[in-house]
């Protein structure tokens, strides 16, 4: 008892909070399914009345609850129980019952619940899609409809509801079915029908689904549905789909036209009649939709909206390629307009887009003066001096149809009265920038482009914050460089390349900017010998597409391939500037350098990397050219550190690419030690013994290379006298050991050697120092005996440096080594030629 007091408690509960919207419908669901699963419960073998009456009430209204909320599956075993419960509460008042009478009132006490139990069940059937259960509980209602009428209203729109929905579910065969049944419901007791207009709107339902069901099929059944959805009550709707699917069954002009009849003769909307002509004309009913509209046009004459009416008309004849016709209607509208019978602003505005389309298609056609045609209709509905957006797009537009005829003053008038009325467009000065390259004037269009540019960086073009389409700008520079091109004006077309650069987003068509660029400035330095300026430019545009390559990369189109591919493009072009502008070392850097970096991009296969060690090692020979002609210190420190940088990468890119194949015959390592050699002595690096190191100890070093060390060692600024003797010694060597020596190049090595060892003017020189200087002499002696080929000149040097350097003896009283260098000198002149006589 406890159990059941507190269920009842709680489904009251439910019902005074639900009704203060406390608790949503599916919350309420719940608890009236708990209430009502308790109150089950708490069934004895034998409930009082009272109690099953109560049971059957809390298991409809919680099956209803489920099926309101779209759990339909829930509420079947609370209507079953229900079901069960009258059978119950039937038999108990049979059984209390005293006579026929009171049976007959329990028997009709009992069908009203049966009734609404039926109903949920179909209900439930409708919603879980089993059309047959449904059909048996509908059925069932309908044949009880004879001792409840009351209920004929309630099950007719219930089938109406179950066509509405399988019609959403473009379940036709089943929508048709439930709609038939609501209609025949209807019919079945007119004191407590649905009434005309709602069984008009159920035929009007059936009438759609056979139409889209299978409208040839069920064409006589849609027909003969909308008629009687017409007869019931005549609805715009219903006049509407009648000519739909008449005009869909191809039938005759005249059908159609006795349909349009029914409703014409009835108020119906000027919205209405327009569709209704719209729906005529698009079928291709020309002769009925004409006319029908030369009849609305008389109905509404007074009516504000008759422009309406005129538009629909002006649209379908130009749609019928009937433009005489329609232009007869535009200038009846023109002559209205100023006779005091004005469009309204809406219709007017639409009588605008019509003219702009019509002229937008002769422009595409090239049909230009018949564009302006058109432009100049829309031009006649504004006032003079009127100021307004549209007004400038209008005269914008009718300007290029000008500059397609060549009537250059009347686009020049056209674009200033685009200016009066929005000069700060970026579209006015397009049109502005078109007469300028028309005219051939180039300041002007250079200017132009400079604005356009300007503009294109903002993100609104007037005082209105009117915001342009992000990609307009980009889209009209683009324009602008095409223009420019065409008239073959390269200046113009460079400048607005430059902006459309720096503009647009899309990765292809930058590259392509780029690229075009690049060739326009390149022919622009071939054609004109111009290398400051257009070098500037080209640096610039190299140097955004490095960054534009260095950047990450979102765009599908734009592919890993089609990167390399551009990467390549630029680095190519770039080794070709750098080649070209050989005579200007300090851009030839620069332009191998960005050649080396546009590289980084590609994939380091042999070639390359080849071409990034060529870069480095061209870059690096030329800052250490710069460092060695007369500049600051400051400035040769600068040059020398960069080399060295330069350096420093392409040692290691060498590393890599000896791997790769054999490199013998390359002279790249004898170059990046001589280039970092310099760099460094110059430097004053004290790094610079422990590189030597390395050096001494190769085998296969070249006589050439440790020759142009010594040299190096002793060029200003660096002075390095230890290691320019070490160099020429081991130059020396290596000249000792070849078959037939090269006296010559013997000769200078000597020479320098000696010049090192033995300063000039020096007295005081050290004993160990006079004798390897001796023996210097000694081994040059040994190679001028033995051949004809020194140089004379290097013998007479040597005799004079070995005489001299014993009178500088004599003169501090060292008489002994007086006598050998002097004896030694004598011993030169026995190998003198015609010179010899003069020094006997």
């Known amino acids: 008892t406890q159990v059941e007091e507190s269920a009842v408690n709680l489904w009251n509960w439910a019902v005074t909070k639900h009704t203060g919207s406390v608790v949503s419908d599916e919350q309420r669901a719940k608890l009236r399914f ?27 209204k919680t099956g209803k609850g489920w099926i309101d909320i779209g759990k339909a599956d829930l509420a079947d075993g609370f209507l079953e129980i229900a079901m069960s419960s009258i059978e119950k509460l039937y038999a108990k008042l049979l059984k209390g019952s005293d006579g026929e009478a009171d049976i007959h009132v329990h028997k009709a006490d009992v069908e009203k619940n049966l009734f609404k139990v039926l109903s949920y069940q179909a209900e439930s059937a409708v919603a879980q899609g089993d059309f047959q259960k449904a059909v048996m509980c509908v059925q069932r209602c309908k044949d009880m409809l004879m001792k409840l009428p009351k209920e004929t209203c309630y099950l007719s729109i219930l089938c109406y509801n179950f066509g509405v929905e399988t019609y959403e579910w473009k379940r036709y065969e089943q929508s048709s079915f439930w709609l038939s049944q609501s209609y025949d419901i209807g019919k079945t007791d007119m004191k407590y029908s649905v009434g005309k207009e709602m069984q008009a709107k159920v035929l009007r339902l059936l009438a759609t689904a056979y139409f889209e069901w299978d409208c040839n099929l069920y064409l006589e059944k849609a027909l003969k549905a909308i008629s009687l959805a017409n007869q019931e009550n005549l609805h715009p709707a219903g006049c509407f789909l009648k000519i739909k699917i008449l005009l869909k069954s191809g039938a005759s002009d005249e059908d159609i036209n006795s349909a349009v009849a029914e409703f014409l003769h009835h108020e119906m909307s000027l919205d209405f009649c327009l569709n209704t002509a719209k729906l005529l004309l698009e079928h291709g009913r020309e002769s009925v939709g004409f006319d029908f509209l030369k009849s609305v046009a008389e109905r509404f004459e007074s009516s504000p909206d008759l422009g309406k009416i005129t538009l629909l008309h002006i649209e379908f004849l130009l749609q019928n390629k009937r433009e005489l016709l329609a232009k007869q209607k535009v200038e009846e509208i ?70 397609h005829l060549k009537q250059i003053d009347k686009a020049k008038e056209a674009v200033k009265e685009a200016k009066r009325c929005d000069p700060n467009s970026i579209f006015t000065k397009f049109s502005v920038y078109k007469i300028a390259v028309m005219e051939k004037d180039t300041d002007k269009a250079v200017e132009t482009v400079i604005e356009m540019g300007k503009l294109a960086e903002k993100s609104s073009q007037h005082e209105d914050k009117l915001r342009v389409d992000e990609n307009t700008g980009t889209n009209l520079l683009s324009l602008a460089a095409h223009i420019a091109l065409e008239n073959e004006q390269q200046v113009v077309a460079i400048k607005a390349l430059e902006y459309l650069s720096e503009h647009l987003q899309d990765c292809q068509q930058l590259f392509a900017a780029l690229k075009c660029l690049v060739r326009l400035m390149l022919s622009k330095v071939m054609a004109e010998n111009e290398e ?9 545009t190299f140097s955004a597409a490095h960054k534009r390559l260095a950047g990450s990369f979102t765009e599908e189109k734009f592919t890993g391939d089609m990167r ?33 970096k546009l590289s980084q991009f590609c994939p380091s296969d042999k070639g390359v990397l080849i071409a990034q060690k060529t870069c480095l090692l061209m870059a690096a020979a030329v800052d250490l050219e710069m460092g060695r002609q007369q500049v600051t210190p400051s400035k040769q420190t600068e040059l020398l550190t960069q080399a060295l940088q330069h350096l420093q990468v392409c040692k290691e890119i060498w590393k890599v690419l000896k791997l790769t194949g054999d490199f013998a015959k390359d002279p790249t390592e004898t170059l990046l030690l001589l280039y970092e050699f310099e760099a460094r002595s110059k430097l004053n690096d004290p790094t610079l013994h422990d590189l030597m190191e390395s050096v001494w100890e190769q085998p296969q070093i070249e006589v050439k290379t440790l020759e142009i060390i010594a040299s190096l060692a002793m060029e200003s600024p660096a002075r390095y006298p230890v290691l320019c003797k070490k160099a020429l010694k081991g130059a020396l060597n290596l000249h000792r050991k070849q078959t037939v020596i090269d006296a010559e190049k013997f000769s200078k090595c000597l020479h320098s050697l000696i010049n090192l060892s033995l300063p000039t003017g020096l007295t005081d020189l050290d004993a160990c120092v006079l004798q390897e200087v001796w023996d210097y002499f000694e ?62």
Request: with cysteine; hydrophobic share 40%; net charge neutral.
């Open 532 to 540: 400051k300026s257009v070098t500037y430019g080209l640096n610039n």
């Open 334 to 403: 023109v002559i209205g307009h100023y006779t005091g019978k004005q469009l309204l602003p809406e219709a007017l505005n639409q009588l605008h887009i019509i003219l702009w389309d019509r002229a937008a298609k002769h422009y595409e056609a090239k049909s230009y003066s018949e564009a302006l045609h058109w432009y100049n209709y829309s031009v006649s509905f504004y006032t003079p001096g009127q100021i307004d957006q549209n007004l400038a797009k209008l005269q914008r537009n009718m300007a290029s149809c000008y500059l």
């Open 564 to 596: 390399i591919l551009d990467a390549h493009w630029f680095r190519k072009v770039a080794w070709n500037l750098a080649v070209q502008f050989r005579d200007y070392p300090e851009k030839m850097r620069d332009f191998f350098l960005l050649s080396f």
């Open 34 to 60: 708990v209430a009502c699963r308790l109150v089950c419960l708490c069934e004895g073998s034998d409930p009082p009345e009272g109690t099953i009456r109560r049971q059957i009430l809390m298991c409809m």
């Open 779 to 840: 081994d040059a002696l040994s190679v001028v005996s033995s051949t004809d080929a020194y140089p004379e000149v290097e013998i007479l040097w040597l005799m004079t440096r070995a005489w001299n350097t014993g009178i500088f003896q004599y003169t501090v009283g060292k008489y002994k080594e007086a006598e050998q260098w002097c004896g030694l000198g004598m011993r030169f002149l026995n190998h003198l030629g015609s010179l010899k006589k003069s020094y006997e």
